[in-house]
């Protein structure tokens, strides 16, 4: 997989947490990111808590491409509520109505 930037991933890091994060831009050792977000499981369901809690949240963070073992896509539902939780924009989805 080619990672892009512009582009919002799913990444799990080698210590087994799972962030979504914006890549801003890819050397050949590391990714500039915005915003990542680790994804935690609660008797809710799946959440969305900050990655870095004494870092400013506008802040881009170095990942270092050793820091993680997966990459891929995140699915509609995760992509649609990172955006709404980092931008406040809500994704609307068309839908066909059947019945």
């Known amino acids: 997989m080619n ?5 919002t991933y799913t ?4 210590s ?4 979504v994060a914006k890549v801003l831009s890819v050397n050949s050792d590391s990714l500039i990111v915005s ?9 809710e369901g799946l959440q969305m808590v900050p990655s870095l809690f004494s870092a400013d949240t506008n802040a881009n963070v ?9 990459v891929t896509d995140p699915r509609q539902d995760v992509a ?7 931008t406040g924009i809500k994704p609307i989805r068309s839908q066909i109505l059947t019945g």
């Open 80 to 86: 649609d509520s990172y955006l709404e939780a980092t």
């Open 35 to 43: 915003q990542p977000i680790s994804m935690v499981f609660s008797r």
């Open 62 to 70: 170095l990942l270092n491409n050793n820091s993680y073992s997966m």
């Open 3 to 7: 990672i892009t930037a512009n582009q």
């Open 16 to 19: 087994g947490e799972e962030i």
């Open 11 to 14: 990444f799990k890091l080698v």
